[in-house]
């Protein structure tokens, strides 16, 4: 059963620091995508890695896969408060599926 | 109107109540999907509908019965639920078979009294 883990769930953070949020993931799987929820709010698509070592950035935001570690890191660099989100990490099971993960929390204090 | 529609956006019901969430995607994807996302759990996939079949149930109560009349459209139709059924409902769509994300809809709560 393929299984996906974030950590931290939360994090508290002060603008201008950078932090890392960690995707594991449990079977072999080549996709993987990052979204943002803001409260109260639907999902909004901010990455899609379909292959080892894909590296992509927007903005603050830049994110990483290495499918042999199945491991995806979302680095933000420099915080700002629009930051603030839920960020979930979703990998491809196939068949239609997509696993997802717990959410991490970001608060990012001005 | 572009991107993947849901009406309403807030519902509240009784558990004698019958009454259906709507969603209408404008991306000409294939595949179409039901979500719930309660408080402090992972997104639940409920449904999945391809090419207007269902190809996916994942052991959900039969209180909720989807229904997709067409590529465009997905209903969620709900009786006597039960007030954990409260949450947020997504709906979302793809293309199957090619390399883009799923697109969502701002979701319905709904709140069952």
């Known amino acids: 059963e393929l299984k996906v883990e974030q950590n931290p769930l939360f994090l508290s953070m002060q603008e201008g620091k950078n932090y890392t949020i960690y995707c594991n993931y449990s079977?072999?799987?080549?996709?993987l995508y990052w979204y943002r929820q803001d409260p109260g709010k639907s999902l909004e698509s901010l990455f899609v890695?379909?292959?080892n070592g894909a590296v992509k950035q927007e903005g603050r935001l830049m994110a990483s896969l290495d499918t042999k570690a199945r491991l995806s890191t979302l680095h933000i660099t420099a915080a700002v408060h629009d930051l603030s989100a839920t960020y979930f990490c979703?990998?491809?099971?196939?068949?239609?599926?997509?696993?997802w993960g717990a959410g991490t929390k970001l608060i990012i204090k001005p | 109107e572009t991107g993947v529609t849901q009406t309403p956006r807030h519902l509240v019901m009784g558990m004698t109540n019958k009454k259906s969430l709507k969603c209408e995607q404008h991306?000409?994807?294939?595949?179409m999907y039901w979500y719930k996302q309660s408080a402090k759990k992972p997104l639940e996939l409920m449904f999945v509908?391809?090419?207007?079949?269902?190809?996916e149930n994942n052991s959900v109560p039969s209180r909720f019965s989807p229904e997709c009349p067409n590529s465009s459209h997905l209903f969620l139709h709900l009786h006597t639920l039960q007030p954990e059924d409260s949450a947020l409902y997504l709906c979302?769509?793809?293309?199957?078979?090619?390399?883009?994300?799923?697109?969502f809809g701002q979701g319905t709560r709904l709140t069952v009294v």
């Open positions: 509908y391809s090419l207007e079949e269902r190809v």
């Open positions: 890695l379909l292959s």
């Open positions: 979703a990998v491809d099971a196939s068949n239609y599926q997509l696993i």
């Open positions: 079977t072999t799987s080549d996709r």
């Open positions: 979302a769509s793809s293309q199957q078979g090619s390399d883009t994300e799923a697109f």
């Open positions: 991306l000409g994807h294939n595949a």
